[in-house]
T-cell receptor, first 109, second 114 residues
Framework: DAKTTQPNSMESNEEEPVHLPCNHS???????IHWYRQLPSQGPEYVIH???SNVNNRMASLAIAEDRKSSTLILHRATLRDAAVYYC??????????FGAGTRLTVKP | DAGVTQSPTHLIKTRGQQVTLRCSPK?????VSWYQQALGQGPQFIFQ???????QRGNFPDRFSGHQFPNYSSELNVNALLLGDSALYLC?????????????FGQGTRLTVV
């Protein structure tokens, strides 16, 4: 299974941008890059996903390196509600996602 | 739309017993996946059901089994419970024809084995 490497934790100030990195040097050509986040006492929540091109949605942006060996989730203005564990996952489809330990994001007021 | 609903929310069982957890997928979804999340860890894939059959399975023993009903709802059964089975059990639903889009997770069932 292709694996991802994320920092264990990161801190951000409220209303500032946050860049959450993910390394995935063994990614295969068919792997999509998925990001989910998990707020305390809740199930994971979809954030964004992409294959090769950068992606934007109402929640975040996903920047994918040209060689696809790394990606960055960008939260443009962090709020206190963005404090969560963020998971970067490689999967061909969303039915067999292999989660790692994720990055715990703390947002300071 | 109620989203993905799981029941019960909490459960306490004794070692050696059997347990059944239930999941109703988001309206319109036909595929259900189950995950186990131990404290402080990411969710681990158990198996996936589509058309009432197990399609994919993670690295879990046969004590873990499941079922999908014609209305797409699903059950997860765990036999001969061990203390190490204590975890949050998550259900996720999606559409088989849109595999590369988002999956929706329920809030989980917290199982404690004593």
């Amino acid at each position: 299974d292709a694996k991802t490497t994320q920092p264990n934790s990161m801190e951000s100030n409220e209303e500032e941008p946050v860049h959450l990195p993910c390394n995935h040097s063994t990614i295969s050509g068919t792997d999509y890059i998925h990001w989910y986040r998990q707020l305390p006492s809740q199930g994971p929540e979809y954030v964004i996903h992409g294959l090769t091109s950068n992606v934007n949605n109402r929640m975040a942006s996903l920047a994918i390196a040209e060689d696809r060996k790394s990606s960055t989730l960008i939260l443009h203005r962090a709020t206190l509600r963005d404090a969560a564990v963020y998971y970067c996952i490689l999967a061909y489809n969303n039915n067999d996602m292999r989660f790692g330990a994720g990055t715990r994001l703390t947002v300071k007021p | 739309d109620a989203g993905v609903t799981q029941s019960p929310t909490h459960l306490i069982k004794t070692r050696g017993q059997q347990v059944t957890l239930r999941c109703s997928p988001k309206s319109g979804h036909d595929t259900v996946s189950w995950y186990q999340q131990a404290l402080g860890q990411g969710p681990q894939f158990i198996f996936q059901y589509y058309e009432e059959e197990e399609r994919q399975r993670g690295n879990f023993p046969d004590r873990f089994s499941g079922h999908q009903f014609p209305n797409y709802s699903s059950e997860l059964n765990v036999n001969a419970l061990l203390l190490g089975d204590s975890a949050l059990y998550l259900c996720a639903s999606s559409l088989i024809r849109r595999l590369n889009t988002e999956a929706f997770f329920g809030q989980g069932t917290r199982l404690t084995v004593v």
